[in-house]
């Protein structure tokens, strides 16, 4: 994926908004995250980590060898770790986790350091730029991914040197996340789509802010999101949440709408419904 740097922000948002109209499996995950964290700096290009992908890729299918070409799954996860662990030196950033540079991809491949879901789409775009099968796992707390050969499946953990999680490594994490009572379920093990890990990533960056105080920089986060993912109800409350914070009344307005709209069923419309009167009463 090239990029103008004379493009600026528009361009980008424009190949965002175009992403948001792809089906799932077309998406470029790591391309597209690219893109999120070009929004940080318009102006800088981001050839120099397309490159870095192709390397990955192309380091990848160097090491894989045919073992890893016939459907060994152990001698995939062996190539992958050899690139991204042993060759590039990615590695989870334990000492300033929620550093924000830890979910911006750009960031990422300066550091050789990051979140879960940000190492894992390296991971992940690795993995499939040989045809592997690889997804994300949206697990509670903690973002994996999942090879896959036939009925044979391995989880990684990039975020510790893509260490193998067998099923009483992953109870205990759960545990620690959600306490001693919970146990695995299907649902922890189940895929995540290339959007649903986009938005995660973003989200991370939005949490962040907030708990930072940094409304307008937060906004930014959630219209991000919205770009890939328009018809997400949920996100549109959101926006007119934090519009509606930074008095920005016309804005809020055009996003309650868009939530009432697209979410239906959800129980919050009441609420909303109530804030988008006292908004048009506002201004009139």
């Not at 690219?34 to 120099?48: F, N, S, T």
């Not at 190539?79 to 662990?85: E, F, G, H, I, K």
Request: glycine content about 8%; proline content about 4%; hydrophobic content about 45%.
């Amino acid at each position: 994926m090239s990029w103008s740097p004379a493009s600026g922000r528009d361009e980008l948002e424009r190949r965002l908004r175009r992403v948001g109209g792809q089906d799932d499996r077309e998406i470029d995950l790591a391309g597209t995250a690219l893109l999120l964290a070009a929004l940080e700096a318009p102006q800088q290009p981001i050839e120099r980590y397309s490159h870095h992908l192709s390397l990955l890729a192309r380091d990848t299918a160097d090491l894989g060898g045919e073992a890893a070409g016939a459907g060994d799954l152990e001698a995939r996860a062996a190539a992958l770790r050899a690139v991204l662990v042993g060759r590039y030196e990615y590695a989870g950033d334990e000492e300033t986790y929620d550093d924000l540079q830890n979910a911006n991809l750009m960031r990422v491949i300066d550091r050789r350091r990051g979140l879960p879901v940000a190492l894992a789409i390296l991971w992940l775009h690795a993995a499939r730029a040989q045809g592997w099968e690889a997804e994300g796992v949206n697990f509670p707390g903690h973002f994996l991914i999942r090879l896959q050969c036939g009925s044979r499946r391995l989880i990684l953990d990039p975020f510790r040197s893509g260490d193998p999680l067998g099923p009483q490594a992953l109870r205990q994490l759960l545990k620690a996340v959600r306490g001693e009572a919970a146990e695995l379920a299907p649902e922890h093990y189940a895929a995540c789509g290339n959007r649903e890990i986009l938005l995660r990533l973003q989200n991370n960056i939005k949490v962040r802010r907030l708990r930072e105080g940094a409304l307008v920089r937060a906004l930014e986060a959630v219209e991000s999101m919205l770009l890939l993912d328009p018809a997400e109800g949920p996100l549109w409350r959101e926006a007119g949440l934090l519009h509606m914070r930074l008095d920005n009344l016309r804005a809020a307005i055009f996003a309650f709408d868009n939530f009432l709209e697209l979410a239906a069923g959800d129980p919050r419309r009441g609420e909303v419904a109530t804030l988008l009167a006292r908004l048009r009463a506002r201004l009139n």
